[in-house]
């Protein structure tokens, strides 16, 4: 089964996307199930983990009430306010739908770097980890260190590293980031998404320019802890759906590599994930 391990959907008239603005033209529409289908379809990807992209619990509610109406939603990574004196209720009650299998708060959108270590999070951890739901960490390279304190204060906490915590491909960057993945790598129990890498590229990528850092992530981690995802429709910004998807097969050359990348790993980083079998 080919998981698609992070898309995403909106709806403009929902008003609580603050940060979708006329100026990213080529998102500022509407994007539904049905704009998604027929790309996964002729790419032969089976479901999907749609990915919160509005601070707000009812675009988690949102999200879970599209996955009722498409068996290939195969789950949700939703939102909460993480230092709400109710966080550990709302997570108990969004929990009570089977699809929900995450959480991400927008940590790359929140002034403080060092916010994650805060003790006001404790009491929303500690429900995440009863209800065995995935903290997705949406980070920048500048992160990393203060996302290896956060592992090691939590280390009951399932994380998966969004986007492979966003290297500065326009820039070249490549030695701090690729060290500071590294040590996340180290610690049992984290994995990683390849994804958003065309986004952190510059206006004429090429694959050369990705293979670095995709190479460097898969010896990080090793092909059992990274997951294929599209970050579609963001992923339009620089690319599209069946040339990413293409991209990433070429670079698993390995077959044990593919079936883990494409298939197997979603369901071990998000024990929740409606699967086959499951």
């Given at each position: 089964m080919i998981i698609d391990s992070h898309q995403h959907f909106w709806k403009l008239d929902r008003g609580d996307y603050g940060w979708l603005t006329p100026d990213l033209a080529p998102l500022y529409r509407d994007f539904q199930p049905d704009d998604l289908a027929p790309l996964l379809q002729e790419a032969g990807v089976d479901g999907t983990i749609v990915v919160q992209a509005a601070a707000t619990v009812a675009e988690t509610e949102y999200m879970l009430s599209l996955a009722d109406r498409h068996a290939w939603i195969l789950g949700v990574v939703g939102w909460v306010d993480f230092e709400a004196a109710e966080a550990p209720a709302t997570i108990a009650r969004l929990a009570a739908h089977p699809r929900l299998v995450g959480l991400r708060p927008m940590i790359q959108d929140i002034a403080e770097?060092?916010?994650?270590?805060?003790?006001?999070?404790?009491?929303?951890?500690?429900?995440?980890?009863?209800?065995?739901?995935?903290?997705?960490?949406?980070?920048?390279?500048?992160?990393?260190?203060?996302?290896?304190?956060?592992l090691a204060r939590y280390p009951d906490l399932r994380v998966v590293v969004d986007h492979c915590a966003k290297p500065e491909i326009r820039n070249g960057a490549f030695a701090p980031w690729a060290d500071a993945i590294a040590e996340i790598a180290a610690v049992e129990g984290t994995f990683c998404k390849l994804s958003g890498l065309v986004t952190e590229a510059g206006e004429?990528?090429?694959?050369?320019?990705?293979a670095p850092y995709i190479a460097h992530v898969l010896e990080a981690f090793g092909p059992e802890r990274v997951l294929f995802g599209s970050d579609w429709p963001v992923l339009n910004l620089r690319?599209?759906?069946?040339?990413?998807?293409?991209?990433?097969?070429d670079v698993l050359s390995a077959a044990s590599a593919q079936a883990a990348v494409l298939s197997t790993t979603a369901p071990r980083a998000y024990p929740r994930l409606a699967v086959r079998g499951r």
């Open positions: 770097d060092d916010w994650m270590l805060r003790d006001a999070l404790r009491p929303a951890v500690a429900a995440m980890v009863a209800h065995d739901l995935t903290f997705d960490a949406l980070v920048l390279p500048r992160h990393l260190g203060h996302l290896k304190t956060f004429t990528w090429s694959p050369e320019d990705l690319s599209d759906y069946g040339q990413w998807h293409a991209l990433v097969r």
